[in-house]
């Protein structure tokens, strides 16, 4: 059944009321995916839930009692048809109009479910723990241990911090889960540091046949028998490592690393290890003919001249040359601020001009200084790039950028696919003042695609006292009228060490412009996506 408009799962709605020989399959098509177990809830009687708007404005579903055997049937006949359900919706999404649940009904649920699957067909889900204020870890337990159903093929979990007891129930879990070598394809964890969880997950997916995704933010180095067990795997795509220099080593004196039987499937390396030279040398041991995308991060931040020469080596490199999408390097700490000659400028990116890019995420721990020209050439040299991030992260630039609003065109004019992008750039709305001052909008019409969702990061872009905020907000939209999330490095935490400047002292102010402009910049983004429907 193809859905080829916005009305069409309200016209499946109807075919699954108004004829018998379609409703299972518009049913089972509704039903398919959901990002949010709100309208699953309000299928049991309406006597046993109600529903009231919270302080923030969001309705929140809360059930008034124990369902009974005789309570399940509608919600069972519609659970058995979710195969895919997102509970970490994507930056920038606006779940107001789905509502929430009370955190008690995840406790009341599993109460009642006992033993038995309360989503019996699932397949895939996604789930991040919350850090409302709302929240209590026995809800967020609950919520995540109702997830582990029997036929889940695909996880994507992220974690924060457990009191003990809630750790041990979620290694206990894990521990009881997926014993079915044939069950799981992608096992996608993001918890913070937990070595008990962290080994469950390991040995979870250890006990996986036919994984094709490990991905994990590892606090330990992974044992050398573990990366062996991993590197068998005939038809692993992408995994994550982390890697300490032992190993490494003891891995490449190994016949076995740098052959084809080494990780043979490989498409993504992730690995974090101490220096970039260890990375390099995994490099070198994969050599996976479909490898096309690699992740670095590294916790002693390179030199810039040798960052230049790991980017040349990629070039020289002629399976890179020809088949690297997707790059991302980061370090975990930075380099101390304002150190001669550590900076990233436009030659130590020249090399990465060679190659065709489709994502590209830099955060080097140093600034990095380019200008509007050479945004320009990036902009020629990746028309398909969806996701270029260039140290947005942290708030240790320069006062000034040489990269303008007026510098971002180019991308927007050539780059059709981006919908991410992140980079500190000068908010000097000044060379739009003509067409704004006359009611036209700023940039005459120039834009990334508005009907992409777009998530805009400012990095550590200053807002002085003088910046006219709803000027810029309509510049800013007008550039990205499909707007979903503006992400700053000022509402980061960021210490003050000996190296402290200027800006650390504006950080609070900053950080609220900027959420001023966040919150005016989605909203007139939003009105011209309805300009452009009216114009259409």
């Given at each position: 059944?193809?859905?080829?408009?916005?009305?069409?799962?309200?016209?499946?709605?109807?075919?699954?009321?108004?004829?018998?020989?379609?409703?299972?399959?518009?049913?089972?098509?509704?039903?398919?995916?959901?990002?949010?177990?709100?309208?699953?809830?309000?299928?049991?009687?309406?006597?046993?839930?109600?529903?009231?708007?919270?302080?923030?404005?969001?309705?929140?579903?809360?059930?008034?009692?124990?369902?009974?055997?005789?309570?399940?049937?509608?919600?069972?006949?519609?659970?058995?048809?979710?195969?895919?359900?997102?509970?970490?919706?994507?930056?920038?999404?606006?779940?107001?109009?789905?509502?929430?649940?009370?955190?008690?009904?995840?406790?009341?649920?599993?109460?009642?479910?006992?033993?038995?699957?309360?989503?019996?067909?699932?397949?895939?889900?996604?789930?991040?723990?919350?850090?409302?204020?709302?929240?209590?870890?026995?809800?967020?337990?609950?919520?995540?241990?109702?997830?582990?159903?029997?036929?889940?093929?695909?996880?994507?979990?992220?974690?924060?911090?457990?009191?003990?007891?809630?750790?041990?129930?979620?290694?206990?879990?894990?521990?009881?889960?997926?014993?079915?070598g044939s069950q799981l394809r992608s096992l996608k964890?993001?918890?913070?540091?937990?070595?008990?969880?962290?080994?469950?997950?390991?040995?979870?997916?250890?006990?996986?046949?036919?994984?094709?995704?490990?991905?994990?933010a590892w606090e330990t180095a992974m044992p050398l028998?573990?990366?062996?067990?991993?590197?068998?795997?005939?038809?692993?795509?992408?995994?994550?490592?982390?890697?300490?220099?032992?190993?490494?080593?003891?891995?490449?004196?190994?016949?076995?690393?740098?052959?084809?039987?080494?990780?043979?499937?490989?498409?993504?390396?992730?690995?974090?290890?101490?220096?970039?030279?260890?990375?390099?040398?995994?490099?070198?041991?994969?050599?996976?003919?479909?490898?096309?995308?690699?992740?670095?991060?590294?916790?002693?931040?390179?030199?810039?001249?040798?960052?230049?020469?790991?980017?040349?080596?990629?070039?020289?490199?002629?399976?890179?040359?020809?088949?690297?999408?997707?790059?991302?390097?980061?370090?975990?700490?930075?380099?101390?601020?304002?150190?001669?000659?550590?900076?990233?400028?436009?030659?130590?990116?020249?090399?990465?001009?060679?190659?065709?890019?489709?994502?590209?995420?830099?955060?080097?721990?140093?600034?990095?200084?380019?200008?509007?020209?050479?945004?320009?050439?990036?902009?020629?040299?990746?028309?398909?790039?969806?996701?270029?991030?260039?140290?947005?992260?942290?708030?240790?630039?320069?006062?000034?950028?040489?990269?303008?609003?007026?510098?971002?065109?180019?991308?927007?004019?050539?780059?059709?696919?981006?919908?991410?992008?992140?980079?500190?750039?000068?908010?000097?709305?000044?060379?739009?003042?003509?067409?704004?001052?006359?009611?036209?909008?700023?940039?005459?019409?120039?834009?990334?695609?508005?009907?992409?969702?777009?998530?805009?990061?400012?990095?550590?872009?200053?807002?002085?006292?003088?910046?006219?905020?709803?000027?810029?907000?309509?510049?800013?939209?007008?550039?990205?009228?499909?707007?979903?999330?503006?992400?700053?490095?000022?509402?980061?935490?960021?210490?003050?060490?000996?190296d402290s400047g200027e800006w650390d002292s504006q950080?609070?102010?900053?950080?609220?412009?900027?959420?001023?402009?966040?919150?005016?910049?989605?909203?007139?983004?939003?009105?011209?996506?309805?300009?452009?429907?009216?114009?259409?």
């Amino acid at each position: 059944m193809v859905l080829d408009d916005e009305d069409g799962l309200a016209t499946l709605a109807i075919l699954a009321r108004t004829a018998r020989c379609l409703q299972e399959v518009a049913l089972n098509r509704l039903w398919d995916y959901q990002t949010s177990l709100v309208p699953l809830v309000k299928c049991f009687p309406a006597h046993l839930w109600a529903e009231k708007p919270g302080d923030d404005g969001v309705r929140t579903v809360k059930l008034l009692g124990e369902p009974k055997t005789e309570d399940w049937a509608r919600v069972k006949f519609y659970a058995s048809r979710i195969r895919t359900l997102s509970l970490n919706p994507p930056v920038g999404a606006d779940t107001r109009w789905e509502g929430r649940l009370a955190g008690d009904v995840f406790i009341t649920l599993r109460k009642a479910l006992g033993s038995d699957p309360f989503l019996p067909n699932l397949d895939s889900f996604g789930w991040a723990q919350s850090s409302a204020r709302w929240t209590e870890e026995t809800h967020e337990l609950a919520a995540f241990l109702l997830m582990l159903n029997p036929l889940v093929s695909s996880m994507d979990v992220v974690m924060a911090e457990w009191s003990k007891k809630s750790e041990r129930a979620i290694v206990s879990a894990l521990k009881a889960y997926g014993h079915d070598g044939s069950q799981l394809r992608s096992l996608k964890f993001k918890c913070s540091e937990s070595p008990l969880i962290e080994r469950a997950v390991l040995d979870l997916a250890k006990r996986q046949h036919h994984l094709l995704s490990l991905r994990y933010a590892w606090e330990t180095a992974m044992p050398l028998n573990t990366i062996v067990h991993f590197s068998a795997m005939h038809q692993l795509r992408e995994i994550s490592i982390r890697a300490d220099q032992k190993t490494t080593l003891k891995l490449s004196e190994d016949a076995i690393a740098g052959s084809r039987s080494f990780f043979p499937s490989l498409h993504l390396l992730s690995v974090h290890a101490d220096t970039l030279a260890l990375c390099e040398r995994w490099l070198r041991m994969v050599q996976s003919p479909a490898l096309d995308g690699i992740s670095f991060v590294v916790d002693q931040p390179p030199a810039a001249p040798a960052l230049q020469a790991f980017f040349a080596s990629l070039v020289r490199d002629d399976r890179m040359r020809s088949k690297l999408r997707s790059l991302r390097f980061a370090s975990t700490n930075p380099r101390t601020r304002g150190e001669a000659g550590q900076v990233v400028t436009s030659g130590t990116l020249e090399p990465l001009l060679r190659l065709s890019l489709t994502a590209l995420q830099l955060e080097p721990g140093m600034p990095i200084d380019i200008d509007d020209a050479f945004v320009e050439r990036m902009a020629n040299a990746w028309p398909s790039i969806r996701t270029l991030e260039l140290g947005a992260e942290w708030r240790r630039e320069g006062l000034f950028s040489r990269v303008t609003i007026q510098g971002l065109i180019p991308l927007a004019l050539r780059c059709e696919d981006l919908t991410k992008l992140a980079l500190t750039f000068n908010t000097d709305t000044s060379a739009f003042d003509g067409r704004y001052d006359i009611g036209l909008r700023p940039l005459n019409g120039v834009s990334f695609d508005p009907w992409n969702h777009f998530v805009l990061g400012v990095g550590a872009s200053m807002v002085y006292h003088q910046t006219n905020i709803a000027m810029l907000s309509s510049v800013l939209s007008d550039l990205c009228p499909g707007l979903r999330a503006l992400q700053t490095a000022w509402d980061r935490a960021e210490g003050r060490g000996t190296d402290s400047g200027e800006w650390d002292s504006q950080e609070d102010e900053v950080e609220t412009a900027w959420y001023q402009i966040g919150r005016y910049t989605k909203e007139m983004a939003r009105i011209r996506r309805q300009e452009r429907l009216w114009i259409d």
